[in-house]
């Protein structure tokens, strides 16, 4: 009997395997159980009357991994193409999300922070690859976790996992939560505003973009509701209050300059719309802010304009995006915008959850 070995990438048909089941089972009856154990200890119990022993129940704290076991071991992800379930389509991002740990940021004017940051790491998967081993992602992650954290020390851990995992394409986004001192608007107090921040690198086509994400937080005087209660005032004598609501923009930038910072891009967007909430306020704060808002009633499409004026004028962004939601004390539903500048944020189909990510939970 002649046995013609398939190639690996090609499933055998079940003639074959049952042919090799059958030179298997002769080669055994007709070997010592040495010889046996040094191929496949396995394959001494396709004979007949021959059974596995039973398994141990016990952890076997005394056991000790070789270089040779740990070379047995299966590794399923990295196996043949043929083991592939589904269509043999390219996946542009598979890998890991959320995976946490303590990274050190280089503050603008202190020493670095250490916070807690959600990372995710992702690489693209070719049609003919069966899978990517997952934790190399996070092994090269934690060689750079350590350092202080900037776009370059992004760039080094993206290249190891690429090349680690012999990769095209690939993406790391960290996300944090920022601490900034505030002042308040006249008592002189100051407070902690916690800022939620993201950054991301993305690799395609061999093409690097730099990308930096912020939530800002603001009040948002609606003035048409504002005009509407100063004719109450003028023609009725009728004392009436304007809605204004707490709204939450996500801002997304091109980064162009290194030098760009989380406290830079704060400030930018604080000079598009000036009413941000407030951490620390006593009765002469609150009157202040009552009258910035009054100052500055904005709907939603003025509040993506402005951030877009201000976001336009520094040459350290390339593209961008406003999304930005004013969640309405008038109505049981929210005012929505987007405003995109250039390619990198354009796109024509939403997350239909897309603005209900922007809920500020405080």
């Given at each position: 009997m002649n046995i013609?070995?398939?190639?690996?990438?090609?499933?055998?048909?079940?003639?074959?395997?049952?042919?090799?089941?059958?030179?298997?089972?002769?080669?055994?009856?007709?070997?010592?159980?040495?010889e046996i154990a040094t191929l496949e200890p396995g394959v001494?119990?396709?004979?007949?009357?021959?059974?596995?022993?039973?398994?141990?129940?016990a952890y076997p704290?005394?056991?000790?991994?070789?270089?040779?076991?740990?070379?047995?071991?299966?590794?399923?992800?990295?196996?043949?193409?043929?083991l592939i379930r589904g269509e043999r389509q390219r996946i542009q991002h598979v890998g890991i999300s959320n995976f946490r740990l303590?990274?050190?940021?280089?503050?603008?004017?202190?020493?670095?922070?250490m916070l807690e940051t959600s990372v995710t790491g992702t690489v693209s998967l070719e049609a003919e690859k069966k899978g990517i081993n997952m934790s190399r992602i996070m092994r090269s992650f934690y060689a750079h976790a350590e350092r202080t954290f900037g776009f370059a020390v992004i760039e080094a851990a993206l290249d190891d996992y690429k090349a680690d995992l012999g990769s095209f394409d690939a993406r790391i986004q960290m996300r944090f939560s920022f601490p900034m001192q505030v002042p308040s608007l006249r008592s002189g107090l100051a407070g902690w505003q916690y800022y939620e921040v993201a950054f991301e690198l993305v690799e395609t086509a061999g093409v690097r973009k730099k990308i930096v994400h912020l939530d800002y937080v603001y009040s948002s005087t609606c003035p048409c509701s504002l005009e509407l209660s100063e004719h109450a005032r003028n023609t009725r004598g009728q004392l009436a209050t304007p809605h204004s609501q707490r709204s939450v923009a996500r801002i997304s930038v091109e980064v162009l300059d290194d030098a760009l910072t989380v406290e830079d891009l704060v400030e930018i967007a604080r000079a598009g719309v000036v009413t941000e909430t407030q951490v620390m306020v006593k009765r002469e704060d609150e009157q202040a802010f009552a009258e910035l808002n009054a100052a500055n009633p904005i709907f939603v499409e003025d509040a993506a304009r402005l951030f877009c004026a201000v976001l336009k004028r520094d040459p350290r962004i390339g593209d961008f995006r406003v999304l930005a939601s004013h969640q309405e004390s008038l109505h049981?539903?929210?005012?929505?915008?987007?405003?995109?500048?250039?390619?990198?944020?354009?796109?024509?189909?939403?997350?239909p959850r897309l603005f209900q990510s922007l809920f500020h939970i405080g």
């Open positions: 013609h070995t398939p190639e690996l990438d090609r499933k055998p048909s079940r003639d074959e395997a049952e042919a090799a089941l059958a030179l298997l089972r002769q080669w055994a009856r007709s070997s010592s159980d040495d001494g119990y396709l004979l007949p009357g021959q059974f596995a022993p039973a398994l141990s129940r704290h005394g056991f000790a991994v070789t270089a040779a076991y740990k070379d047995s071991l299966p590794d399923l992800q990295n196996g043949p193409s043929s303590p990274i050190r940021y280089q503050t603008r004017d202190a020493a670095p922070l049981s539903h929210d005012a929505v915008s987007l405003l995109t500048e250039g390619p990198t944020f354009a796109q024509d189909s939403l997350d």
